[in-house]
Structures are given as structure tokens and as C-alpha cells.
T-cell receptor
Framework: GAGVSQTPSNKVTEKGKYVELRCDPI?????LYWYRQSLGQGPEFLIY????????DSGLPNDRFFAVRPEGSVSTLKIQRTERGDSAVYLC???????????FGQGTRLTVV | KQEVTQIPAALSVPEGENLVLNCSFT??????LQWFRQDPGKGLTSLLL?????REQTSGRLNASLDKSSGRSTLYIAASQPGDSATYLC????????????FGKGTKLTVNP
């Protein structure tokens, strides 16, 4: 596609439920990143994929968070046993390689009630 | 650990005014610096990417400068318009690599008609 696409744009879930957030990067971009942005803050890094593998997952806050990119294109961020503190905007970005310009999607606003 | 600071946190100006947004970072060993725009409830739009070998980049009414040695960048907006109202974020790669970005908290700009 023309840009990075994220679905859903909004997700409301109950505490304790499982959610999946999807990111479709720009075609041909090998690098894919997930960030999380809380109100009034800048985005914070979660995980980085180069191709199919997670090159750096040091930003994942705990083992309830997991992400996959099985075919080196679409990525899914998975959150188990959601907590109210997980509420944030989850942003996905892609780039041609790790050190070039990053392009962001519109984000998924996750609200845990 | 790379840290990014943006000053001011908020800025309100009348239409037509020229303005400067500031960004500082603690580790000068960076590959590049990127400026983004974020509209309320939206994702990030890349404005300018400055490579470490460059001192400035221009796009339309926007001009970004980079001084690696002092750990500073500025975003200059000429002849501001109400449509420029948004939050402006700067981001730099983390130490030693360029795969993940560290963001400032942003400057919220309001241009009054």
C-alpha cells in the first residue's frame, strides 16, 4: 500500500482479555517497529523486526506482550491478560532498512476498561 | 542512555510569525535526526530527516538544522499558518545503532488566525 496501515484504529477491551493489533508496512520495507505512546508523551520503543526476526525486543514491558512477523511483511502485536495500564496508542513504523527514514501508521488507540 | 528534550513544551503564536522549535539530545553519536508532526489523535508524519553528515535540511517553509557536537537541532517554520498547529516531535537513534528511535515529548504548536 501507499503507507503504513494499522487496524483496528480503535479497540476497547475489558481487563484481562487478549487483544491483537495489526500492522501492514509499506511494501518492500524490511524494517518494522512497534512503539507505544501515552498521553502527553513521545512514543516509546517496544520491538524492532528486520525481516521475519525480532532484532530487538528490549522495549516490551513484560511477557504479556508478544509480536510476530511470520512472512516478513504484516506484523501482529499481541497482548495477553490486558491491564488498564496498557491503555495507550500503539504505533507501527517501517523503513527500507534500519537506518533510513521511518514512516508511521495512524496508530491503534487501545482502551482497557 | 540517549535522552531527548524539547523546548518549549507548548507555543502559541499569531499567524504569519516565524518560529523556532528546539531539540537537544545527550549522546552525539547519532546517524541521523528526524522531525515529525503529529495531529491530535493521529499518527506521526515525517517532516525532515537530517543525516549526521548534514547541517541542515529544507522542505518548503520548514528548515531543520543539526549540530551534532553540541547535541542540538532546531526546526524553523517560516510564515506560520493555522494549519501548522500540531505537536512537533524530534527523534534520534539510540546509542550504537540506528534501529530504534528515542523521542522527545514534543512541542505543541498553536498558530492563531
Amino acid at each position: 500500500g501507499a503507507g503504513v496501515s494499522q487496524t483496528p484504529s480503535n479497540k476497547v477491551t475489558e481487563k484481562g482479555k487478549y487483544v491483537e493489533l495489526r500492522c501492514d508496512p509499506i511494501s518492500g520495507h524490511t524494517a518494522l517497529y512497534w512503539y507505544r505512546q501515552s498521553l502527553g508523551q513521545g512514543p516509546e520503543f517496544l520491538i524492532y523486526f528486520q525481516g521475519t526476526g525480532a532484532a530487538d525486543d528490549s522495549g516490551l514491558p513484560n511477557d504479556r506482550f508478544f509480536a510476530v512477523r511470520p512472512e516478513g511483511s504484516v506484523s501482529t502485536l499481541k497482548i495477553q491478560r490486558t491491564e488498564r495500564g496498557d491503555s495507550a496508542v500503539y504505533l507501527c513504523a517501517s523503513s527500507l532498512a534500519g537506518d533510513t527514514e521511518a514512516f508511521f501508521g495512524q496508530g491503534t488507540r487501545l482502551t482497557v476498561v | 542512555k540517549q535522552e531527548v528534550t524539547q523546548i518549549p513544551a507548548a507555543l502559541s503564536v499569531p499567524e504569519g510569525e516565524n518560529l523556532v522549535l528546539n531539540c537537544s539530545f545527550t549522546d552525539s553519536a547519532i546517524y541521523n535526526l528526524q522531525w515529525f508532526r503529529q495531529d491530535p489523535g493521529k499518527g506521526l508524519t515525517s517532516l525532515l530527516l537530517i543525516q549526521s553528515s548534514q547541517r541542515e535540511q529544507t522542505s518548503g517553509r520548514l528548515n531543520a538544522s543539526l549540530d551534532k557536537s553540541s547535541g542540538r537541532s532546531t526546526l524553523y517554520i517560516a510564515a506560520s499558518q493555522p494549519g501548522d498547529s500540531a505537536t512537533y516531535l524530534c527523534a534520534v537513534p539510540t546509542q550504537g545503532g540506528s534501529e530504534k528511535l528515542v523521542f522527545g515529548k514534543g512541542t505543541k504548536l498553536t498558530v492563531n488566525p
